[in-house]
């Protein structure tokens, strides 16, 4: 349930706030000092989690050997947030500096940018990660929703408000 001082993320906007009122037509946000409107589908629940490491957790996994060289976003762990929500956006803008390559490629990058977090996640005991993956024609969330099933131990579905923009993961 969302409700004042939550955290949240804005779907399609590379924007976090806290909730100020949730009222039946929109949820105000505060960002960055500034009141912000939102209809209640375009938030998500968000923890300010982001994470950096190599190491991967191989009992989760069924099977997979996949490695990649493309530039990746920077990120950070805080020790404290062990058990919190991960917020992964993957829209392209968000992960990658540079512009000018095929749908395709671009798509390759954001799923190696998700498989490489994802395993941080499992690494860092998370309890839950919300991949905002957008509505769009709904390919990458389909192509997430597949890696997803290489995994044991966690539960995946629609994240809450999300209206399918985003797939909240659940780890055992």
């Known amino acids: 349930m ?3 001082g939550t955290k949240v ?34 938030i998500v629940f968000s923890e300010d989690i982001n994470l950096t490491g190599d190491t991967l957790i191989k009992d989760y996994k069924k099977e997979t050997n996949h490695t990649s060289n493309h530039e990746k976003k920077e990120v950070s ?7 919190q929500v991960m917020r992964l956006d993957l829209h392209f803008h968000e992960i ?3 512009d000018g ?7 390759n990058i954001q799923l190696d940018y998700f498989k490489k977090q ?6 860092k005991r998370f309890k839950k990660v919300t991949a905002i993956h957008g509505k769009g024609e709904g390919i990458l969330k389909k192509e997430v929703r597949n890696i997803l ?15 399918g923009g985003a797939t909240e993961i659940i780890l055992l």
Not at 118 to 123: M, P
């Open 149 to 163: 099933q290489e995994y044991d131990k966690i539960i995946f579905h629609d994240a809450p408000y999300s209206q």
């Open 9 to 42: 993320s804005i779907l399609d906007e590379n924007a976090q706030g806290v909730v100020l009122k949730v009222n039946s037509d929109n949820i105000t946000v505060e960002i960055d000092g500034f009141e912000y409107d939102y209809p209640h589908e375009k």
């Open 96 to 98: 990658h500096a540079t």
């Open 101 to 107: 390559y095929n749908n395709f490629d671009k798509m």
């Open 2 to 4: 969302i409700k004042p």
């Open 77 to 83: 762990y805080d020790k404290k947030m062990k058990g």
């Open 118 to 123: 994802f395993e941080i996640a499992i690494e």
